[in-house]
């Protein structure tokens, strides 16, 4: 409803008029579930890759992209991994803020130095969930820069984000110990860990999406996939992963991932959900789907492509077929990602 009167203008205006008393109890049920927040408009978003599977530095940019040059001594590391720095601009205010922080911290804080980035001005840390290619550099990173980090600066992250996490090996029942991040390493070094379950602004125009609703059949999680609740291994569920998003003034969403291990679909209907708003501009980060079956891939694409975004960027797990796909049924709107890309959207 990106047209007209947006969902949210609905909403407001229902209940002023008593239009949801006629609606039906639907519609009640429907809006009661909504988080009505309020999401502010972004006048410029940059979005630094600070570390992702791939780098290749004779890859083209494209309008969107700086990519970065390697130059003898000087090149960017790539790993199993993902890390973003983020910047917004709304009404003339700079913001900033890490989301996730690769796997290899030394690899990590050299692309931050290639890339000329201040972590030390950082406004919010996030962590999209508790996977070890996503928080393994977080402590180092954070140690490294403590002294110019603001004491209290929050670092926000999702339901479950320090439980212990597991791997089945296949055709087994020997778990893989896939390691855990601690809350109280993190307090130590002088951030406030903040602890969401529903969507929240963590910088001015960045916004957690909460916990993310499964609505597709297909998007599936791994039983593979094992945490440690109490004494207990269970299946992994990811109630608490978190995606951001953004609102790009005149463009609309942009949607960036972690994993996605709820279903890049789910993601980006829980970010239009949130933001009231279904217009889409960019989609990006990890999909989960390596080795996925073709017809999850297939039906992924499909349902992205029929939100007709200006940008597809999949990028760590996302799997090269899924790459393939997305490139062949959204030419003019895929991007290869590489390791050390700045992205820019807006003014």
Not at 64 to 76: D, E, L
Not at 263 to 284: E, F, P, R, S, Y
Not at 303 to 327: L, N, Q, W, Y
């Amino acid at each position: 409803m990106d047209t007209g009167m947006n969902r949210r203008d609905f909403l407001k205006y229902s209940v002023a008029t008593g239009v949801l008393i006629a609606a039906g109890e639907g519609m009640i049920n429907r809006v009661l579930a909504d988080d009505l927040l309020t999401v502010s408009e972004v006048d410029k978003l940059t979005i630094w890759v600070l570390v992702d599977n791939f780098y290749d530095t004779n890859t083209a940019d494209t309008k969107i992209t700086k990519r970065f040059r390697s130059k003898p001594g000087k090149s960017i590391h790539a790993e199993h991994g993902l890390s973003y720095y983020v910047e917004t601009v709304v009404g003339g205010k700079v913001s900033t803020c890490m989301f996730d922080y690769g796997l290899d911290p030394l690899g990590v804080l050299g692309n931050i130095a290639l890339l000329g980035l201040d972590i030390g001005k950082t406004n919010a840390f996030g962590l999209s969930h508790g996977h070890w290619d996503h928080y393994l550099g977080a402590l180092s990173i954070l140690k490294q820069n403590q002294s110019r980090i603001a004491a209290g600066t929050p670092f926000y992250v999702g339901e479950e984000a320090f439980h212990h996490r597991y791997s089945l090996r296949p055709n087994t029942n020997e778990a893989s110990d896939r390691g855990q991040l601690v809350k109280e390493d993190i307090e130590k070094l002088g951030l406030k860990v903040v602890e969401l379950k529903k969507p929240a602004q963590i910088i001015p125009g960045a916004y957690f999406t909460g916990n993310i609703e499964r609505l597709t059949s297909y998007e599936k999680i791994s039983a593979s996939s094992q945490i440690k609740r109490g004494e207990k291994l269970e299946q992994d569920d990811f109630r608490g992963e978190q995606a951001l998003f953004f609102n790009v003034r005149g463009k609309g969403l942009v949607v960036i991932s972690g994993c996605a291990h709820a279903g890049i679909v789910n993601t980006v209907k829980q970010a239009q959900k949130v933001a009231g708003m279904d217009k889409l501009h960019a989609v990006m980060g990890g999909f989960h789907l390596t080795n996925a079956k073709p017809e999850v891939i297939q039906n992924t694409v499909a349902d992205i492509k029929a939100m007709k975004p200006a940008h597809i960027v999949p990028a760590h797990c996302s799997g090269f077929e899924t790459m393939v796909a997305f490139r062949k049924e959204m030419p003019d709107a895929f991007t290869l990602n590489t390791a050390g890309t700045k992205y820019t959207f807006g003014a």
